[in-house]
């Protein structure tokens, strides 16, 4: 594989997904001093979006990976190919719009927003603009014009942001604007329409893209692909369900206001260990259109292996500086949402599980055989769904934190057993278990003081946890400068 592809490519998709999402972190603490926790507002921003990632998977119904797949087959015309999916995607969209915009009040009802059905209209908007997007997005990724993709990723973010600044730190200070916050669970609801706005305007500046619509449709085409792609979409729903089903049955098993109070900690807090799943998210991202390429090496057992080991590598990196420097990371929320700072940890480790899934997941994706990830994917998705409502009543939001690690752990270990005698792949385990068990034993070296019951000072601690931080990269780069010297 060329590891300098990958990274050039890792390193402009990440700065989109890594820089714009670290933009958006800047908002967490907007978010968390301006909303009280026990006001239980940031607990509806944590719900609501995470319907709006489910429905998102649903509306895609997995056509980005399959445009990378049809649009790669040296038998296929990938123009009509980009065509045929948008006009899928985009059609199937303005059905899912125009049936929550009928159907606003009862959903608004069920979901417990009763007296907020534009919360549920909003919705329905953005989630229906983001998977035509979605489908654009891909062809910027197959066509290798990431400079576009951020671009646009980023003409996205910087008004969100701006406008998010000024409705928080200017507008809620006016006496004038105080029915707003009022009306809308202390400004949570004006998060929303902002989204809605921002994502507007991307949506305008894709009319280039969208004239691809006219390439054409192909009927059989098209058959073809939703028998490829229905595995898929049943693949990342259950996958999004791993990601999300916590935060939407929460209030259904802490019921009244605790319930939001516990669900907006919870969301303030996993917001930090966010960092792994950008990462996963940037590396995907170069990753899938190296994989599904035409050149010779793509999809070989090697390719896959050299991109397990990098992947695991790099994202042990990035736990061990998270957990770190959390003295500093945890006044990225309010004092409010603090006590749950716990999680962190588990879920970081549970997003590192996901990303190993992931990279498992290519062999069923190689041959065609996705049904077998949608099979897994589902197991790994009921085991965290039944872990949740066992125990989440007793545990709260902790249960929350478990329950994806047990749930990603289930599915990837299915993926490696079934997957090493399907589609067999030589991984680096010395490589791999060496820095896991160095990640671990530098972890529990940075927890003795806690374990002794010591109360270190802050910029103690930070020094201490830098020459551990120091310790883990002194190998790897050792590793890279001799490779440097190969050259």
């Known amino acids: ?43 509806v921003v944590t719900n609501l979006y995470a319907y709006t990632a489910f429905f998102l998977a649903l509306l895609t119904f997995g056509m980005e990976t399959t445009l990378f797949r049809f649009g790669s087959k040296k038998d296929e015309d990938d123009k009509m190919v980009y065509s045929t999916a948008l006009r899928m995607v985009g059609g199937v969209a303005l059905v899912f719009f125009v049936a929550v915009l009928l159907l606003r009040v009862p959903i608004a009802n069920a979901l417990g927003y009763a007296s907020h059905p534009e919360y549920i209209a909003c919705f329905g908007a953005i989630t229906a603009l983001d998977a035509f997007q979605a489908i654009m997005f891909s062809r910027l990724r197959q066509q290798r014009r990431p400079m576009r993709f951020v671009a646009l990723k980023f003409a996205f973010i910087i008004p969100s942001i701006l406008l998010n600044l000024f409705i928080f730190l200017i507008l809620k200070k006016m006496p004038s604007a105080e029915w707003m916050f009022d009306n809308f669970n202390g400004g949570a609801g004006l998060i929303f329409f902002t989204n809605l706005a921002c994502t507007l305007l991307v949506t305008l500046l894709f009319i280039p893209e969208m004239r691809g619509i006219r390439y054409g449709w192909d009927k059989e085409l098209s058959g073809r692909m939703l028998k490829y792609s229905i595995p898929l979409m049943i693949l990342s729903l259950v996958g999004i369900l791993n990601q ?56 070989s057992p090697q390719t896959l292996a050299d991109g397990m080991k990098y992947f695991i590598i790099f994202t042990l990196l990035a736990y061990l500086a998270v957990v770190f420097y959390m003295p500093v990371l945890k006044y990225f929320v309010g004092k409010d949402y603090w006590e749950g700072l716990g999680v962190v940890p588990i879920v970081m480790l549970a997003e590192i599980l996901m990303g190993i899934y992931f990279n498992l997941s290519f062999w ?42 047990v749930g990603y752990g289930t599915a990837m270990m299915l993926s490696f057993l079934i997957g090493r005698k399907k589609f067999p792949v030589k991984y680096d385990y010395k490589s791999i278990g060496s820095c896991a068990i160095m990640a671990a034993v530098l972890y529990l070296a940075s927890q003795i003081p806690s374990f002794m019951g010591l109360s270190l000072p802050t910029w103690l601690t930070l020094c201490l946890n830098t020459v551990l931080l120091a310790i883990y990269c002194l190998p790897l780069g050792m590793k890279f400068i001799k490779s440097r010297r190969r050259i």
Do not use: H
């Open 244 to 299: 999300v089903a916590d935060k939407m049955l929460f209030p259904k098993l802490v019921t009244g206001e605790e319930g939001m109070v516990q669900l907006g900690i919870y969301g303030a807090c996993v917001k930090i260990a966010m960092i792994m799943s950008l990462l996963t998210q940037a590396f995907r991202y170069a990753y899938e259109p190296i994989v599904f390429s035409d050149s010779k090496d793509r999809g």
């Open 364 to 405: 069923y994706k190689l041959t065609d055989k996705t049904w077998w990830g949608a099979l897994i994917s589902a197991i790994g998705a009921a085991v965290m769904i039944a872990f949740n409502i066992i125990f989440v009543p007793r545990m709260g939001y902790w249960a929350c934190a478990w329950g994806g690690l």
């Open 1 to 43: 594989m060329n590891l300098k592809s990958l990274l050039k490519d890792t390193a402009i998709y990440g700065m989109s997904s890594i820089v714009g999402r670290f933009l958006n972190y800047l908002l967490v603490p907007v978010y968390t001093y301006c909303i009280s926790a026990q006001s239980g507002g940031y607990g």
